[in-house]
């Protein structure tokens, strides 16, 4: 059984796809309890460098928020906050949660959810950050971000064509840790240069320039 630890509200973004605007607001209603840590080794994924305390929530926020995103239209004021307290009261391999007589099956929940958290530890093991660079896959100087980039326009098989040295499992932690943590300024190319440059030579773009150099010299 993995053991969940208590996760930045960025992180808690990419795990129930709730907006970390959402989950804020969630906490400055009361709604759920949150955790203020100290950030000290920076740079902390997806946190910029400083010293300063960040928001964080536990297992039981998590499952709360991802349950209560799917019910809010159902739920009353007074309904949120006994579910939020049913799940607090939970064990963490209860698969159902209650109060009075409502009861909700989470097995598919928390079976999403683990697989979200351990595609974070991976990203957390497979990528690497310094400071000042883009965080990079452990063993190489390619950037994740370039190459979570790349899956917008080319498959995984094309990724590894481009960089045969990465495995499947390292494309996916870069997909997984660019989520968690988006890249901040310009985004990269949704394509690599070679097969950019392949596309523009198969229009024959570089045909007509190669002719209007000729024609230049004539």
């Not at 964080?56 to 709360?64: A, N, T, V």
């Not at 883009?134 to 994740?144: E, M, R």
């Not at 890249?183 to 949704?190: A, E």
């Amino acid at each position: 059984m993995i053991e969940i630890q208590p996760v930045t509200l960025r992180e808690a973004q990419f795990l129930i796809g709730m907006s970390e605007k959402d989950i804020n607001r969630a906490i400055d209603r009361g709604e759920v309890e949150k955790i203020s840590e100290p950030e000290e080794d920076m740079p902390v994924h997806g946190v910029g460098k400083g010293r300063r305390r960040v928001r964080k929530i536990g297992l039981s926020e998590l499952l709360f928020l991802a349950l209560e995103k799917q019910m809010h239209a159902d739920l009353t004021p007074t309904g949120r906050r006994k579910l939020y307290q049913a799940f607090k009261k939970n064990e963490a391999k209860a698969r159902t949660v209650s109060f009075g007589p409502f009861k909700a099956n989470i097995t598919e929940i928390q079976r999403n959810f683990l697989s979200k958290y351990k595609k974070l530890l991976d990203a957390k093991k497979n990528i690497l950050e310094e400071d000042g660079t883009d965080p990079v896959i452990k063993g190489t100087d390619i950037s994740a971000y370039r190459v979570a980039a790349l899956t917008l326009g080319q498959t995984i098989k094309e990724i590894k064509a481009d960089y045969p040295t990465l495995t499947e499992e390292q494309i996916e932690s870069a997909i997984a840790y660019t989520e968690a943590y988006p890249k901040p300024g310009r985004p990269y190319p949704v394509r690599s240069f070679r097969r950019a440059a392949g596309a523009l030579a198969e229009m024959g773009i570089f045909d007509a320039i190669e002719t209007g150099t000729e024609s230049a010299k004539e």
